[in-house]
Protein backbone atom coordinates (compact mmCIF):
# COMPACT_ATOMS: atom_id res chain seq x y z
CA UNK A 1 0.00 0.00 0.00
CA UNK A 2 1.33 3.57 -0.74
CA UNK A 3 -0.15 6.81 0.58
CA UNK A 4 0.78 9.87 -1.35
CA UNK A 5 1.30 12.87 1.16
CA UNK A 6 -1.70 14.61 -0.52
CA UNK A 7 -4.03 11.80 0.87
CA UNK A 8 -2.63 12.27 4.25
CA UNK A 9 -4.73 13.34 6.80
CA UNK A 10 -3.43 17.19 8.62
CA UNK A 11 -4.63 18.10 12.03
CA UNK A 12 -4.45 20.82 14.38
CA UNK A 13 -4.19 20.65 17.61
CA UNK A 14 -4.52 23.93 19.86
CA UNK A 15 -3.00 23.17 23.68
CA UNK A 16 -2.14 19.60 22.57
CA UNK A 17 -1.85 17.52 25.83
CA UNK A 18 -2.28 21.02 28.12
CA UNK A 19 0.79 22.01 25.79
CA UNK A 20 1.07 25.78 24.52
CA UNK A 21 0.17 27.37 20.98
CA UNK A 22 -0.86 24.68 17.98
CA UNK A 23 1.18 21.37 17.30
CA UNK A 24 0.58 20.38 13.43
CA UNK A 25 0.41 16.80 12.42
CA UNK A 26 0.28 14.75 9.39
CA UNK A 27 -0.85 11.42 10.00
CA UNK A 28 1.41 9.28 7.38
CA UNK A 29 -1.23 6.30 8.78
CA UNK A 30 -5.43 5.93 9.33
CA UNK A 31 -5.25 4.18 12.97
CA UNK A 32 -7.75 1.95 11.42
CA UNK A 33 -4.98 0.02 9.27
CA UNK A 34 -2.70 -0.04 11.88
CA UNK A 35 -1.65 -2.94 13.76
CA UNK A 36 0.34 -2.71 16.73
CA UNK A 37 0.35 1.63 16.70
CA UNK A 38 -1.46 4.15 17.81
CA UNK A 39 0.63 6.92 16.06
CA UNK A 40 2.61 7.45 12.89
CA UNK A 41 2.77 11.11 12.27
CA UNK A 42 5.02 13.93 11.78
CA UNK A 43 5.02 16.67 14.01
CA UNK A 44 5.53 20.11 13.48
CA UNK A 45 5.80 22.47 16.69
CA UNK A 46 6.31 26.37 15.99
CA UNK A 47 9.05 28.26 17.94
CA UNK A 48 6.63 29.03 21.48
CA UNK A 49 4.75 25.60 21.30
CA UNK A 50 4.67 22.43 22.81
CA UNK A 51 2.98 19.41 23.74
CA UNK A 52 2.67 19.19 27.20
CA UNK A 53 3.57 16.35 29.86
CA UNK A 54 2.01 13.02 29.07
CA UNK A 55 1.74 9.76 30.46
CA UNK A 56 2.44 5.97 28.28
CA UNK A 57 1.41 3.12 29.60
CA UNK A 58 1.25 0.11 28.02
CA UNK A 59 2.68 1.47 25.08
CA UNK A 60 6.06 3.45 24.13
CA UNK A 61 6.11 6.54 21.80
CA UNK A 62 9.21 7.30 19.85
CA UNK A 63 9.73 10.82 18.83
CA UNK A 64 12.45 11.44 16.05
CA UNK A 65 14.01 14.46 15.82
CA UNK A 66 14.01 15.98 11.68
CA UNK A 67 14.40 19.24 11.81
CA UNK A 68 14.96 22.63 14.78
CA UNK A 69 15.89 22.28 18.54
CA UNK A 70 13.87 21.81 21.87
CA UNK A 71 13.47 20.40 25.17
CA UNK A 72 12.07 17.59 25.76
CA UNK A 73 10.90 16.99 29.54
CA UNK A 74 11.97 13.22 30.26
CA UNK A 75 10.80 11.82 33.64
CA UNK A 76 10.52 15.40 35.19
CA UNK A 77 14.44 15.69 33.81
CA UNK A 78 14.99 18.93 30.68
CA UNK A 79 16.86 17.22 28.02
CA UNK A 80 17.94 19.38 24.81
CA UNK A 81 17.70 17.08 21.14
CA UNK A 82 17.79 18.67 18.01
CA UNK A 83 18.21 16.93 14.24
CA UNK A 84 19.31 12.73 14.73
CA UNK A 85 18.16 12.70 18.38
CA UNK A 86 15.38 9.84 19.30
CA UNK A 87 13.78 9.86 22.39
CA UNK A 88 12.04 6.81 23.28
CA UNK A 89 9.01 6.73 26.46
CA UNK A 90 6.85 4.01 27.59
CA UNK A 91 6.49 1.94 30.60
CA UNK A 92 4.82 4.17 32.42
CA UNK A 93 7.06 7.25 32.11
CA UNK A 94 6.00 10.64 31.15
CA UNK A 95 7.40 13.76 28.68
CA UNK A 96 6.57 16.38 27.06
CA UNK A 97 8.32 18.77 24.40
CA UNK A 98 8.74 22.54 23.42
CA UNK A 99 10.08 24.31 20.75
CA UNK A 100 12.63 26.83 22.48
CA UNK A 101 14.31 27.90 19.25
CA UNK A 102 13.39 30.28 16.59
CA UNK A 103 12.40 27.68 13.63
CA UNK A 104 9.44 25.51 13.48
CA UNK A 105 10.69 21.50 15.36
CA UNK A 106 9.56 18.79 13.17
CA UNK A 107 9.99 14.98 14.06
CA UNK A 108 8.27 11.87 13.64
CA UNK A 109 6.25 10.57 16.30
CA UNK A 110 5.55 6.76 16.80
CA UNK A 111 3.31 5.24 18.96
CA UNK A 112 3.76 1.41 19.17
CA UNK A 113 1.03 -0.54 21.63
CA UNK A 114 1.72 -3.06 23.62
Known amino acids: MITNRKQMKVQTNEKLRGGTGTVTMVHFADQSTMKHH ?25 YIILEGKGIVVDNGVDVPVGPGDVVATGDGASHSIRNEGKVPLKFHA ?5
Open 110 to 114: VIVTY
Open 38 to 62: RLLAECTIPPGASIGEHKHDNEIEY
